[in-house]
């Protein structure tokens, strides 16, 4: 069994940053590729970062490119979401996830192909 837990959510005001972290359990961290998502009130959970399991290629939404950056460290079993030029329309529950299968998902933005999801952090931006 595999257990997320995501921390570094807060209230910031737009323009401001956060680091958001997410500390995996297991021994095969980096065997996987993992992914952040968000979901704001009344919408769908969305894609939001990607970083493939061999920490060579990261993917990112079209609405974060550019401010935000995922990074993984592998000897702490933690994969990070740095946050910058965060807007109101950031505000969601950000949820950390494991791609389902190990050495592949480099680019995978569908939600049902994670297997091992976080309990979320709250992110709220306000303008």
């Known amino acids: 069994q595999v257990q997320l837990v995501e921390s570094g959510g807060g209230l910031v005001q737009a323009g401001g940053s956060l680091r958001l972290s997410c500390a995996a359990s297991?021994?095969?961290?980096?065997?996987?590729?993992m992914g952040w998502f968000r979901q704001a009130p009344g919408k769908e959970r969305e894609f939001v970062a990607a970083?493939?399991?061999?920490?060579?290629?990261?993917y990112y939404a079209d609405s974060v490119k550019g401010r935000f950056t995922i990074s993984r460290d592998n000897a702490k079993n933690t994969v990070y979401l740095q946050m910058n030029t965060l807007k109101p329309e950031d505000t969601a529950v950000y949820y950390c996830a494991r791609y389902g299968e190990p050495y592949s998902g480099d680019y995978c933005n569908r939600l049902g192909e994670y297997d091992y999801w976080g309990q979320g952090t709250q992110v709220t931006v306000s303008s």
């Open positions: 297991g021994r095969t961290f980096s065997s996987y590729s």
């Open positions: 970083i493939s399991w061999s920490d060579n290629y990261a």
